[in-house]
């Protein structure tokens, strides 16, 4: 069965600082995996994808993340987080398995600090 | 850009009602699926429908609830006995048939509040 674990449920940095958000997933067959990013009270904004090609994905907001599958990992990171960075990170896997469905992690809530 | 949409954004029903959230999906997709996000907790799938049938399901997709697509845009979630459990977002999504990866696009959701 697919699964993802994100580890740190509350992440918490300085503006202009690093942002490292982890995600481990787990999976019998080639994932796609996704980061989304959530907004108080809006919906699902996709940040970026990995479909296997290139390992290291750039998005939207100049998040970036990379895939190692020795590692089983797909950590998002951004070099200099902005205050308007704070939200709810969800790490995701979508795999084929008849019908896609995408399986969550439980969220990390970003908080910046100024 | 082509984008999922959900109505209404926010539903209040008293617990034991029927309720109907309706989505449109991107009009060239042919997957169509619906997830659902309780206050502070992590979005979960319910379900996934393709070619009028329903193609998977969880756990959480019991008899109270069923799909429908009526016509050829729209795509239902219907619960036909809220409890005060059922209180979360709703999320409605689509995807196209693309042979080995299936992005799906998400609507902004409906807050379904349960009294």
């Known amino acids: 069965a697919q699964s993802v674990t994100q580890l740190g449920s509350h992440v918490s940095v300085s503006e202009g600082a690093l942002v490292l958000l982890r995600c481990n997933y787990s999976?019998?067959?080639?994932?796609?995996l996704f980061w989304y990013v959530q907004y108080p009270n809006q919906g699902l904004q996709l940040l970026l994808k990995?479909?296997?090609?290139?390992?290291l994905v750039k998005g939207i907001n100049g998040f970036e993340a990379e895939f190692k599958k020795s590692e089983t990992s797909f950590h998002l990171t951004k070099p200099s987080a902005h205050m308007s960075d704070a939200a709810e990170y969800f790490c995701?896997?979508?795999?084929?398995?008849?019908?896609?469905?995408?399986?969550f992690g439980a969220g990390t809530r970003l908080f910046v600090k100024a | 850009e082509p984008e999922v949409t959900q109505t209404p954004s926010h539903q209040v029903t008293q617990m034991g009602q029927e309720v109907i959230l309706r989505c449109v999906p991107i009009?060239?997709?042919?997957?169509f699926y619906w997830y659902r996000q309780i206050l502070g907790q992590k979005v979960e799938f319910l379900v996934s429908?393709?070619?009028?049938?329903?193609?998977?399901k969880s756990e959480i997709f019991d008899d109270q609830f069923s799909v429908e697509r009526p016509d050829g845009s729209n795509f239902t979630l219907k619960i036909r006995s809220t409890k005060l459990e059922d209180s979360a977002m709703y999320f409605c999504?689509?995807?196209?048939?693309?042979?080995?990866?299936?992005?799906?696009?998400f609507g902004p959701g409906t807050r379904l509040t349960v009294l």
């Open positions: 990995y479909t296997s090609a290139a390992t």
């Open positions: 009009s060239n997709h042919l997957y």
């Open positions: 995701a896997v979508s795999v084929n398995t008849g019908g896609f469905k995408t399986i």
């Open positions: 999504a689509s995807s196209e048939q693309v042979q080995g990866y299936n992005e799906q696009f």
């Open positions: 999976s019998s067959v080639p994932p796609y």
């Open positions: 429908f393709y070619n009028n049938e329903i193609s998977e």
